[in-house]
């Protein structure tokens, strides 16, 4: 009733609209919580919140425009941004990142850095929180190159792969952002709308951000990590969940590759470095250093952490406190050190180091 005049008269004030519908038990907020939700779906309802008015008009409310808009947006427009969004997020920081590998060609088989790859959910999905790792996970954890080789140093490989079910929110929601960022752009559409409902549209953009962002998120929350565990990870891969992600715990521009890494270290797969010391030198001798060795260099030992799974994966940070473990080695008479044609040897109480104890050519020799 209220809606058929015209002019300023029409609709009905927030205060009116309480005095009608208030009875002694209703709580305070009702009638907002009930507009709130009637605007999410009620087409022709305006309802402006400078004026406290609302009212049916004759033009669609800016729900039906939206709708409307995302009705034009197809699933693959909506995957190809949830692909640039999900890249960005989880770039290059303290992982290397590789994105969308399709075949064990697509990473490599170094030993230098810990590789973060990012399973794409066309290749693959994950439906439980212990489903085993997809096979396409499991051919590049096991082989290298295009003759499918067997990888060697495969203590350095993370895979992040997407959740089936979240997968469906976060492409409605990617729609849904990517329709109203449409109508944003357009300088013809926007003279058709009212001031109030172009604000409403800029607050909903930064809000559906935020919720696509956060829907990412928690679409790749199914981490596979190595380990050394045959009943949890007869493949050697052991599978965690990651933490949920809401709209408080996601601010700005976070990179998630800082959940991930706080996540290992959590599960005691790399170790806490604020308070890591260095390794001591039996743990070397009885975890490390492989049976039958003499000797190997420097580099071959730090080497051997990207290959033994039963191992921490080692950060580019510890490569100081691998130094110092050489260091109280030698000092100890655990092993001695060949630098060029030059040989350390604890003999005495006293052992002059050398300056360049860390050089990658150095040999570790069996004292």
């Known amino acids: 009733m209220h809606s058929l005049t015209q002019g300023t008269s029409a609709g009905i004030h927030r205060s009116e609209l309480n005095l009608s519908l208030f009875t002694p038990k209703l709580e305070l907020g009702f009638v907002d919580t009930v507009l709130t939700k009637l605007q999410s779906v009620a087409w022709y309802l305006d309802s402006d919140p400078i004026t406290t008015i609302s009212r049916f008009r004759e033009e669609p409310s800016i729900n039906k425009i939206i709708t409307q808009e995302r ?12 692909r640039d969004r999900r890249d960005s997020i989880f770039a290059k920081r303290a992982f290397n990142l590789v994105s969308a590998p399709e075949s064990p060609a697509d ?3 170094t ?13 693959a999905t994950v439906t439980e929180c212990n489903s085993p790792p997809p096979s396409l996970v499991d051919r590049i954890f096991n082989q290298t190159g295009s003759s499918g080789t067997f990888r ?15 997968l469906e929110r976060a492409i409605e929601l990617a729609r849904e952002y990517r329709a109203i960022n449409n109508i944003l752009s357009s300088q013809s559409r926007l003279e058709d709308l009212s001031e109030s409902q172009q604000k409403e549209l800029e607050k909903r953009k930064g809000i ?8 990412l998120t928690n679409t790749y929350r199914h981490l596979f990590y190595p380990a050394q565990d045959l009943v949890k990870a007869p493949q050697g891969l052991l599978h965690y969940v990651l933490p949920a992600q809401d709209t408080g715990n996601i601010k700005g521009k976070n990179n998630q590759q800082d959940v991930i890494l706080k996540a290992l270290k959590d599960c005691e797969k790399i170790r806490q470095t604020e308070t890591a ?5 039996i743990y070397i001798l009885q975890k490390v250093w492989s049976a039958g060795l003499e000797s190997l260099s ?15 994966i080692l950060l580019e940070g510890e490569i100081s406190l691998l130094r110092d473990t050489i260091r109280q ?17 604890k003999t005495g109480d006293s052992l002059t180091l050398p300056a360049n104890i860390g050089s990658p050519a150095n040999m570790v020799k069996m004292g």
């Open 208 to 215: 559906k951000d935020l919720e696509v962002r956060v829907a």
């Open 277 to 281: 010391k260095p390794f001591a030198p």
């Open 329 to 345: 080695g030698l000092q100890n008479g655990d092993w001695d050190l060949k630098v060029g044609d030059k040989l350390f040897i």
């Open 111 to 123: 030993p230098d850095n810990v590789v973060l790859c990012l399973i794409d959910f066309d290749e």
């Open 298 to 312: 420097t580099k071959s030992l730090r080497d051997t952490f990207a290959s033994k799974l039963e191992l921490n």
């Open 71 to 82: 009705e034009q947006i197809g699933r693959t427009a909506a995957k190809d941004d949830l």
């Open 152 to 166: 060697k140093y495969r203590n350095r490989l993370l895979f992040l792969v997407p959740d089936k079910q979240q």
């Open 107 to 109: 990473v490599d088989d």
